[in-house]
Structures are given as structure tokens and as C-alpha cells.
């Protein structure tokens, strides 16, 4: 019997929806399995800012160190996205949690249900078979580099900067995992161009020389893009910086049919937080059209990685399985051949996953 506290940080927009759902398959996980799940909620992002004007209030931050893991939604808000010159902005609490929580290793699964072959824009027979798991490093690289305007504000920079130990760290993560699939492994940076790549290169081949039994290729970024298209069966591990991660994860969303159904884990050395890849969607906010097999397949993956129970994982991932073998979809994963009827909205697809749990 595990005891663990779960820290609940729905944030914005359908966030709010898909984690209520996340949330109710936990309470059915414990209650099956016989655990003791107890909850906490936290603010964050644009919510936040509207409550106490901190997008990551100190008070949520310290929440999130207290728990045992976080299942977390969304945030942004169309209102910031259309005023480039806003001084607070939702997504500074995202950043600002995973720096300080330390999560440098973003976990994306990309894994297919044969029943949503045909929901992606790409050929089935490419498609079948594809399982990819993503490490993109989350603290580094540009998003946290210097930045600012110079030439009387003519002129923007932002400057990409690794360290060797920031890129040591992810590729241990990478290359351990890597052994417990099919031991290969695919580095993707720019080392062509890029002095930052050329460093996370040597890193990652000095790496390799502890990893024997794991097969290591190294891609250029804008050649992994065309072949993530082409033959996304080539993939298992893939280890990348933090822009290319964030650009390639989106386009291989496309390989599971939609980013509503793709969970991702934000870890490091202290609490896990894990959160479905889709932003707020704002445009089908409180409409009940939102997918939240994503926030579900989060919760699996938090059961898995923090508090390694693997088999109440495989329950979960089964039971939207079974869902999806019976023919039922959310809208984003419908396609012409669907039965209308079967079209549900996001928590009448939590109740079928529920009941098969």
C-alpha cells in the first residue's frame, strides 16, 4: 500500500476540465489498488495572477516541494498573447516552477493506439509501430539564456547556453532509459552551426563510451524533423536541447493523431510534475470539448516514474485502450468514419474510462 500526496495545479483554460478528469483516475487507482492518495490544490499562470498578481505564487512553489508529485494542466491566456509588452505573463510561473523544482528532463512518450491510425495526417502503414520517447532538457538553451534589445530597441538577441554538466545529466536520463527499451539512441542538435551543440555533442559522445550496449546516432535537427515524418519507426530514445525539443515534441504529436492525447513528465531530483502537452485552449474552454486522455495518461505516468507503480500505470493505459477499441473519441481524434453517436465530450469519455478502470 503506497501513502502519497498529490499536489492538483489545474492552471488555465481547459486545464482546468482535463485535470478534474486526471484527478478522478487517481481516486479509482488508490481505491482499486488499495493506496492512500491525499490532495492538495495550488495556483498557477493566469489564474494566479488574477488572484494575488504572481503568476507562481511563493505560497504554490511551496506546495509543490511538499508533495509527492504534481499533476499539473495548462496555462496562458489570449489576453497576453495579443499584448507582446506585458511585464507579467503566465508562462513566467511555468518556467520559474521548473527551475526552481530543478526539472531539467522533460519525458514526452509518443505512442500510437492502433485504433487512432487513422486520426494523424500521416500514411498508417508509416505510422504503425511508432513508439518514441522524448528527453528534452527543460532549464537550459535559449529560453533561459541572456536576452534583451539593444540599437535603441532595433535589435533583439537571445543567447542559447549549455554547460556540461546540464548536458551530462539529461543524457544519463536518456541513455538509462534507452537501455530499458530497444538500447538505441538519438542525439539530435546543429553542431554544424551552433558552438552550444558542439559542446552537447562531445558531451553526449563521452556518455556513450559508459553506454556500450546502446546503439547512438547523431541528427541534425532539420533532418530529424523530416525523418520523424518519414519514418517514425526509426526512433526509440531521442535526447535533444530545449528549443528543439519543444519544436520536434509538437510535430510528433502528429504521430499519436493529437496533442490531446500525449502526457508529458517534467522531472529532476526532487518532485515530478506531469502534464498533458496541449496549452489552455482557451477557444474550447468550458464547452466540454476538451480531451483529457492526455491528463490521464499524465496521472499513469506519475504512478510509473515518481512512485513506481507500474502495473496501476498498464491499468490506466489499458482502460483507454479498451476505450478506444470500443469506438469511443473525442472530437480532436474523430474522423469521418466515426459514429457520431460515439463522439463524447470530456467528462463523459472520463466516465467509460473510469468504468473499464
Known amino acids: 500500500m503506497a501513502k502519497k500526496h498529490i499536489l492538483i495545479v489545474p492552471g488555465d483554460g481547459i486545464g482546468q476540465e482535463v ?56 496555462v496562458g491566456h489570449p489576453k497576453y498573447d495579443n499584448d507582446p509588452s506585458a511585464k507579467v505573463r503566465p508562462e513566467q510561473g511555468l518556467l520559474k516552477m521548473r527551475k526552481e523544482l530543478g526539472l531539467y528532463a522533460n519525458l514526452r512518450p509518443i505512442k500510437l493506439f492502433d485504433e487512432l491510425l487513422g486520426a494523424s495526417s500521416i500514411k498508417p502503414e508509416i505510422l504503425k509501430g511508432a513508439d518514441i520517447l522524448f528527453f528534452r532538457e527543460l532549464t537550459g538553451d535559449i529560453y533561459f539564456g541572456e536576452k534583451g534589445r539593444k540599437n535603441n530597441g532595433d535589435t533583439a538577441y537571445d543567447v542559447a547556453e549549455y554547460s556540461r554538466y546540464e548536458v551530462q545529466r539529461i543524457g544519463r536520463k536518456a541513455f538509462d532509459a534507452a537501455r530499458t527499451r530497444r538500447k538505441k539512441l538519438v542525439s539530435v542538435d546543429k553542431a554544424n552551426v551552433l558552438e552550444s551543440s558542439r559542446l552537447w555533442r562531445e558531451e553526449i559522445q563521452k556518455l556513450a563510451l559508459e553506454y556500450p550496449d546502446v546503439e547512438v546516432e547523431y541528427q541534425f535537427v532539420d533532418a530529424t524533423a523530416m525523418i520523424l515524418i518519414k519514418e517514425p519507426t526509426r526512433f526509440d530514445v531521442v535526447v535533444t536541447a530545449n528549443l528543439f525539443g519543444d519544436i520536434l515534441t509538437d510535430e510528433a504529436s502528429q504521430i499519436a493523431g493529437s496533442m490531446g492525447m500525449l502526457a508529458s513528465a517534467s522531472i529532476g531530483d526532487g518532485t515530478g510534475v506531469y502534464e498533458p502537452i496541449h496549452g489552455s485552449a482557451h477557444d474550447i474552454t468550458g464547452k466540454g470539448l476538451a480531451n483529457p486522455m492526455a491528463s490521464v495518461l499524465s496521472a499513469a505516468l506519475l504512478l510509473d516514474i515518481s512512485f513506481g507503480l507500474k502495473e496501476e500505470s498498464e491499468a490506466i493505459i489499458s482502460a483507454i485502450d479498451q476505450v478506444l477499441k470500443k469506438g469511443f473519441r473525442t472530437r480532436d481524434i474523430a474522423d469521418k468514419t466515426t459514429d457520431p453517436s460515439m463522439i463524447l465530450g470530456t467528462d463523459a469519455i472520463g466516465e467509460e474510462i473510469l468504468k473499464l478502470l
Open 19 to 74: 485535470t478534474a478528469v486526471g484527478k478522478k483516475v487517481l481516486d479509482k487507482i488508490a481505491a482499486r489498488f488499495n493506496h492512500e492518495f491525499t490532495y492538495d490544490e495550488a495556483l498557477i499562470g493566469h489564474v494566479a495572477i488574477e488572484a494575488t498578481g504572481d503568476p507562481l505564487p511563493a505560497e504554490s512553489l511551496e506546495k509543490m516541494r511538499n508533495s509527492d508529485a504534481v499533476l499539473f494542466g495548462a
